[in-house]
Nanobody
Framework: VQLVESGGGLVQPGGSLRLSCGAS????????MAWYRQAPGKERELVGS????????HYADSVKGRFTISRDNAKSTVYLQMNSLKAEDTAVYYC???????WGQGTQVTVSS
């Protein structure tokens, strides 16, 4: 199993970023996928998840209405669209395959003016 995140970077408050997570080594379309994040000095927390077919999503209250998770099973990729970013969204963002407890290496998102 391999999960590779991309798309992180520096963005101003109020801006947007889209993270991608490319997956390989398993049948992507059969599994729930999730995004987590870990801010400096804090525990890793769940951002949200998406069902195997993409119809069902769940979000942490802190990102609800601002972040959207989607997936393209044909490309074995899951996305995290982040809008209206705030300084407190600064963290390393990780893609996770919960069923097999597999993690990506993470991508840094920094929200700062």
């Amino acid at each position: 199993v391999q999960l590779v995140e991309s798309g992180g970077g520096l963005v101003q408050p109020g801006g947007s970023l889209r993270l991608s997570c490319g997956a390989s080594g398993f049948t992507f379309s059969r599994y729930i996928m999730a995004w987590y994040r870990q801010a400096p000095g804090k525990e890793r927390e769940l951002v949200g998840s998406i069902g195997s077919g993409g119809e069902t999503t769940h979000y942490a209250d802190s990102v609800k209405g601002r972040f959207t998770i989607s997936r393209d099973n044909a490309k074995s990729t899951v996305y995290l669209q982040m809008n209206s970013l705030k300084a407190e969204d600064t963290a390393v963002y990780y893609c996770r395959l919960p069923t097999l407890n597999e993690w990506g290496q993470g991508t840094q998102v920094t929200v700062s003016s």
